[in-house]
């Protein structure tokens, strides 16, 4: 008879433990409610180091030697589910502020701020070609996660996850698979071209990049608590041109948080 995969045990010691570790590496605070989370996300690194405990677990990815291991738990429990063109009246707001700028300041910088497996940056970039085609434009994505940022810098989707990217851009930007691809699609050359990714933990000191016109910050901050929200949109908006944009997750607010930027609709804000 097959052996059961049963899931790891977790004391509230362990898991005590544990968020604090991820606290104080990231910033981010996990609430009580990610306990199964981090125990399905975490159970494989428990399997492939041949460890039975949580605690046995934490004694080694804090140990000097094994920051690897501590970047790859890291990786697992940060990492978030996205999509392509997911919120679209966001890329829609994009459009419309290239519109609007006349002339246009090039280069056109865009920062897709946690932009995870690749799948926004990409988005912003499918815009960007069809509004500003062969024009000086690039796009900055950052990720705490090195493991998906990996996985956005090769621009290889599964095909099922190209049902929310309109028809004529798949068509144009994206090509279809072929032999051990068979199922999957990549981004094309000229578009990965103008993306570049950068592993980057928006906790610490932000390395000086852009100004953006745009930075999407979106599903980041209903991470963290209020004092270190304010200390990363403080960062982030030094990186913002003058009356650039400001775009966060529709589950988010800056209210209380910042007073730099205004409100221009749910969720958008322009610098001052």
Not at 20 to 32: F, N
Not at 215 to 233: G, Q
Request: charged share 25%.
């Amino acid at each position: 008879m097959a052996e059961i995969d049963m899931p790891f045990p977790i004391s509230d010691l362990e898991f005590d433990r544990l968020r604090t570790l991820v606290k104080e590496t990231t910033g981010i605070s996990l609430a009580e409610s990610k306990r199964t989370l981090m125990v399905s996300r975490l159970a494989s690194r428990l399997r492939a180091r041949g460890i039975r405990t949580f605690l046995d677990y934490y004694k080694l990815i804090t140990a000097p030697s094994e920051g690897d291991e501590l970047q790859a738990a890291i990786d697992l429990i940060t990492t978030n589910e996205t999509s392509f063109f997911r919120e679209a009246d966001h890329f829609r707001i994009l459009r419309e502020y290239i519109a609007r700028q006349r002339p246009i300041a090039f280069p056109f910088r865009v920062w897709s701020a946690a932009s995870s497996s690749g799948e926004e940056a990409y988005s912003i970039a499918m815009v960007l070609a069809e509004v500003l085609g062969s024009a000086e434009w690039e796009i900055l994505g950052t990720d705490i996660s090195t493991r998906v940022l990996e996985r956005a810098s090769r621009g290889v989707y599964p095909m099922e996850r190209s049902c929310t990217i309109p028809r004529d851009a798949l068509h144009r930007f994206c090509l279809k698979g072929q032999g051990q691809y068979e199922g999957m699609f990549m981004i094309s050359k000229t578009l990965r071209e103008r993306v570049q990714f950068l592993q980057m933990n928006l906790c610490r000191p932000i390395p000086q990049v852009g100004p953006f016109e745009l930075i999407f910050l979106r599903n980041v901050l209903i991470y963290f608590e209020t004092e270190e929200k304010r200390r990363i949109v403080e960062s982030v908006i030094q990186r913002l041109k003058p009356n650039g944009l400001l775009i966060v997750g529709h589950s988010e607010s800056l209210n209380g948080v910042t007073d730099r930027v205004v409100p221009v609709q749910p969720t958008v804000y322009r610098a001052n």
